[in-house]
């Protein structure tokens, strides 16, 4: 997709609904001894949905799976629309507009595998991280350079604020 047209239908974005194996993560899930799941969040994501978050753009998780470690994860960020243990992600949407009023065509999501493609196929803006699914990649609006857990999600939160004309309002805070 065009960078300007990318950038237009950024602007429009009112959440950022998340998948979290694959995108928030690496994929991995780690189990200790008792059984409990271990998941390792990138902190530079972390930053980015702090960020974004800072300027009026919701951010939510949607996602088949339930963790403990994510709901810490989730309060950590301050991230209180949190859809697990979705059995069609699609669910979400319904949800979503009767907890925010948020539209389907103002959020974007981002995923990484085939369960994620009718919620992509459905959001205003379809993004996938590099290390997606091939037929993820090739349905998306944009595809990231960094892989899920490692920098991804910082990179589509750059780019709203970039579209919203907030990032040198985000820059102008460290400085």
């Known amino acids: 997709m065009k960078h300007q047209l990318l950038l237009d239908k950024f602007s429009k974005i009112k959440l950022l609904l998340l998948d979290v ?3 928030l993560t690496d994929g991995s899930i ?23 978050m800072l300027t009026g753009v919701q951010v939510g998780i949607a996602t ?6 994510l709901l810490h994860r989730c309060e950590n960020l301050g991230i209180s629309l949190i859809l697990d243990g979705l059995s069609t992600k699609t669910d979400a949407l319904n949800v ?8 389907a065509d103002e959020i974007a999501f981002v995923g990484d595998d085939l369960m994620d493609l009718p919620l992509m196929e459905k959001s205003g803006v379809s993004v996938a991280v590099a290390d997606a699914h091939e037929l993820i990649r090739s349905r998306a609006d944009m595809v990231t350079r960094a892989p899920g857990g490692k920098g991804a999600v910082r990179e589509i939160c750059e780019m709203v604020l970039k579209a919203k004309n907030q990032w040198d309002n985000v820059i102008n805070r460290f400085m």
């Open 21 to 23: 194996d694959g995108v």
């Open 30 to 52: 780690i189990y200790d001894d008792a059984g409990s799941q271990i998941k390792v969040f990138d902190v530079k994501d972390g930053l980015g949905i702090r960020l974004l």
């Open 64 to 69: 088949g799976r339930r963790s403990k470690a």
């Open 96 to 103: 979503i507009y009767q907890q925010t009023g948020i539209l």
